[in-house]
């Protein structure tokens, strides 16, 4: 092989390690792009919520707001959601729900005093939420922010504050739809090419729910707490 022919194999050589090189980061590029489904688990830490009551009526005085804060325990549900990734953004649907319980209330005006209650608050939420990626490799933290509604039901079971010796007997039993927005931190890791395990923490917050007792006078709550959610992602 003379000198020219050896200095055109280098060069073929050098054009097709480049052409290579080429190929693999437009394939990495095409890699963070594309659609992905997610299911979580979701444990749900909801505040306390302030609420209020209209026209409650105590012994010898006027029709009042009673004014209290429901007990709620830390609760379970889960989440679906599916998307596309276009470089470091995300863009997805998702639908969650979970469910929290209570045992008490705490009267703040006009009387003072907690009383035992049972009390169910079931939250199933329709969100659109944006990521921004901040990272490569196999740990890919996020940060997100979501908007959507929430479909909101409150029960409880109980003595009423104005008359707490009477027989225990449904409070309320209503729901509300109303706007709801997600605040999200969170990290996922690759098992695989194309699956990752999730774990993220989510602020959510609602427009406060209202309805109406079982007198048919007004009721009203606040919806809002942190959230945990571990789960496994699907790259398409």
């Given at each position: ?196 395990l999730t774990a993220r923490y989510r602020w959510f917050e609602t427009a406060d729910p209202e309805g109406l007792d079982s007198r048919g006078e007004r009721i009203s709550r606040e919806m809002s707490g942190h959230n945990l959610d571990i789960g496994l992602r699907y790259r398409f």
């Amino acid at each position: 092989m003379n000198t020219s022919s050896r200095a055109r194999v280098r060069l073929c050589t050098v054009a097709l390690w480049g052409a290579l090189s080429v190929a693999g980061v437009v394939h990495a590029a095409d890699d963070a792009s594309g659609w992905y489904i997610e299911g979580a688990a979701t444990y749900s830490m909801l505040k306390d919520a302030r609420g209020t009551v209209a026209n409650t009526v105590f012994a010898g005085a006027p029709p009042t707001t009673l004014h209290l804060v429901n007990n709620v325990n830390d609760g379970w549900g889960g989440l679906f959601a599916f998307g596309y990734r276009a470089g470091r953004f995300r863009l997805e649907g998702e639908i969650g729900r979970t469910t929290n319980d209570g045992d008490s209330y705490t009267t703040l005006t006009p009387v003072q005093g907690t009383f035992p209650m049972e009390g169910k608050f079931d939250v199933t939420r329709y969100m659109v939420n944006t990521h921004l990626e901040l990272g490569g490799g196999r740990w890919n933290p996020h940060l997100g922010i979501g908007v959507g509604k929430a479909d909101v039901r409150l029960w409880t079971f109980g003595a009423p504050a104005a008359a707490p010796n009477i027989p225990p007997r449904a409070l309320i039993d209503d729901s509300d739809t109303v706007l709801a927005y997600q605040l999200i931190a969170g990290v996922a890791y690759d098992l695989r090419a194309n699956l990752a395990l999730t774990a993220r923490y989510r602020w959510f917050e609602t427009a406060d729910p209202e309805g109406l007792d079982s007198r048919g006078e007004r009721i009203s709550r606040e919806m809002s707490g942190h959230n945990l959610d571990i789960g496994l992602r699907y790259r398409f």
